[in-house]
């Protein structure tokens, strides 16, 4: 059967992961490398995140490195796996998301898919998101279309949770298209506010935040930004949801403790992940989470308690590894690329029509 090969580089810039999977009529994966973002180059993307001089130099050398390291990683699978580049039909490459403005016109994402392709032997697939906000859509999220090929049921009616950086969800339901949106920040603030507090890169099983009391007010300040008010499609990014959007609420508020602020955080993930499920899809059985959060167990735990007719469950409960559907999709995604399946969903990101996504670099 084919292989692929997915390079995911999220919102929380914590690294890139790398996975190999095989796809005919299924999806299996065969094998997994993560890679650790270098500090420097975590630095320069963030940077990126908003204008400062010399944007389009500092761009460009940003995607050289980023290229390079996920070439890094991509030849120490093939090593590990003992398979020829020749082996893989394509990599399917999502880059660093550095601007997402859908509302503009334009999602950027960088990665140099040429000189992935230079530097590896092998046909990339990039540039996922253009098509599909050319066609008047969100450009995101685009892994619904996966977790319906992956976990749909003719039986019960499931929502795919994925908590990165920022939470969206994938709502399936029986015999109906799959719907979907950004639900708002997952881990983005958390793992800011700890950083800044503690110097870590994130709060360990929602330790820190378990420490903490939920400030009401504060909780009610945050939750009030329009973006909690709309309904899907809808999508959002490090341009809305950053520190200084969270210290801008706070200056209107007396003080509060550090480990209160951070309790709060988690709780808005929770509240705003629950809520806005529970207005689009009037009864879920079962929410499987995926991504980083999936690993928070105090954030787990927060979902079950304001979902007590839900079953939640990681996806590793069904065989599917949490940390590895987002590469998964993006190997999965090249597929449909090659295959000139449409891979969008206008019932998820609102375009105009189903499109074929992505741009192709020969090998």
Same mark, same amino acid.
């Given at each position: 059967m084919p292989l692929y090969l997915g390079v995911m580089s999220g919102t929380s810039l914590d690294g890139l992961d790398i996975a190999l999977i095989e796809h005919d009529q299924h999806t299996r994966l065969l094998g997994t490398h993560y890679l650790p973002m270098p500090d420097e180059l975590r630095s320069t993307l963030l940077s990126l995140c908003a204008s400062g001089p010399d944007e389009l130099a500092r761009a460009a050398i940003a995607e050289q490195q980023w290229a390079q390291l996920a070439a890094q990683? %991509?030849?120490?699978?093939?090593?590990?796996?003992?398979?020829?580049?020749?082996? %893989?039909?394509?990599?399917?490459?999502?880059?660093?998301?550095?601007?997402?403005?859908?509302?503009?016109?334009?999602?950027?994402?960088?990665?140099?898919?040429?000189?992935?392709?230079?530097?590896?032997? %092998?046909?990339?697939?990039?540039?996922?998101?253009?098509?599909?906000?050319?066609?008047?859509?969100?450009?995101?999220?685009? /892994?619904?279309?996966?977790?319906?090929?992956?976990?749909?049921?003719?039986?019960?009616?499931?929502?795919?949770?994925?908590?990165?950086?920022?939470?969206? =969800?994938?709502?399936?339901?029986?015999?109906?298209?799959?719907?979907?949106?950004?639900?708002?920040?997952?881990?983005?603030?958390?793992?800011?506010?700890?950083?800044?507090?503690?110097?870590?890169?994130?709060?360990?099983?929602?330790?820190?935040?378990?420490?903490?009391? /939920?400030?009401?007010?504060?909780?009610?300040?945050?939750?009030?930004?329009?973006?909690?008010?709309?309904?899907?499609?809808?999508?959002?990014?490090?341009?809305?949801?950053?520190?200084?959007?969270?210290?801008?609420? =706070?200056?209107?508020?007396?003080?509060?403790?550090?480990?209160?602020v951070q309790a709060t955080l988690l709780e808005l993930t929770a509240i705003s992940i629950t809520e806005s499920l529970k207005l689009a899809q009037q009864s879920t059985d079962m929410l499987l989470v995926c991504g980083g959060g999936a690993h928070n167990h105090t954030l787990m735990q927060r979902l079950a308690q304001l979902l007590p007719q839900c079953q939640v469950s990681s996806t590793d409960e069904l065989g599917v590894p949490a940390d590895w559907i987002e590469a998964m999709a993006f190997a999965w995604l090249a597929h449909c690329c090659l295959e000139g399946i449409p891979a969008n969903r206008p019932s998820v990101t609102g375009a105009k029509g189903l499109r074929v996504l992505g741009a192709i670099y020969p090998a």
């Open positions: 990683g %991509i030849n120490d699978l093939l090593t590990q796996h003992q398979l020829p580049a020749e082996s %893989i039909r394509a990599i399917g490459s999502h880059g660093q998301t550095v601007r997402h403005e859908p509302a503009r016109g334009f999602s950027i994402q960088i990665s140099n898919a040429a000189l992935l392709a230079e530097l590896t032997g %092998i046909s990339v697939v990039s540039d996922f998101r253009r098509r599909d906000v050319a066609a008047g859509g969100q450009g995101a999220p685009l /892994v619904p279309a996966f977790h319906q090929a992956l976990f749909a049921s003719p039986n019960s009616t499931r929502a795919i949770l994925n908590i990165g950086g920022f939470s969206n =969800l994938s709502l399936l339901e029986p015999e109906q298209a799959v719907h979907g949106f950004d639900c708002g920040p997952g881990n983005v603030l958390l793992d800011a506010w700890i950083h800044r507090h503690q110097g870590l890169a994130y709060d360990k099983d929602g330790q820190w935040a378990a420490e903490g009391q /939920v400030q009401p007010q504060l909780l009610q300040t945050l939750l009030s930004d329009p973006y909690f008010q709309t309904q899907g499609p809808k999508s959002t990014g490090r341009e809305l949801f950053n520190l200084i959007w969270l210290d801008q609420q =706070l200056l209107a508020l007396p003080p509060f403790s550090a480990a209160d």
